[in-house]
């Protein structure tokens, strides 16, 4: 299993050099977005952490195997502020697709919630 938070300079440098797998992938983003939903902000250490991960991230190469859309579906669920300290901290081109997506995949999570009566609706 990756540790997003967890991860070593040789784990990185693992990272980097291989095509990610299907399961890697996977794991990459399951671990992400239970740190960032797991996290508590606190304007100081945590924060730095999560602006740590992506750039851990950046270094294994991640961003260029994983797409914008991917990742901006597997913040979905993650809280907006968590989501929005750790896609500030993306690679400026990447953090501009990811910021589409995700604003895309909040827009029809949203919409579906508020068709099927979910908390939108209420009103």
């Known amino acids: 299993m ?7 300079p040789s784990e990185i440098r693992q990272l980097a050099g291989v095509r990610l797998s299907a399961a890697q992938t996977g794991e990459i983003l399951s671990s992400l977005a ?3 939903t797991q996290a ?10 999560i602006g740590c991960i992506a750039d851990d991230l950046r270094m294994a190469r991640a961003w260029e195997q994983i797409s914008a859309s991917r990742l901006a579906s ?7 502020e968590s989501a929005w300290l750790f896609i500030s901290n993306l690679p400026l081109k990447y953090s501009a697709d990811v910021t589409r997506e995700w604003r895309t995949e909040l827009e029809l999570k949203s ?5 099927y009566g979910g908390p939108l609706a209420a009103g």
Not at 2 to 8: E, F
Not at 40 to 49: M, P, Q
């Open 74 to 80: 597997a913040l979905v669920e993650v809280p907006l």
């Open 40 to 49: 508590t902000l606190d304007g100081g250490a945590i924060n730095d952490h």
């Open 34 to 36: 239970a740190v960032l």
């Open 111 to 115: 919409a579906d919630q508020n068709s």
């Open 2 to 8: 990756i540790d997003v938070a967890m991860l070593k």
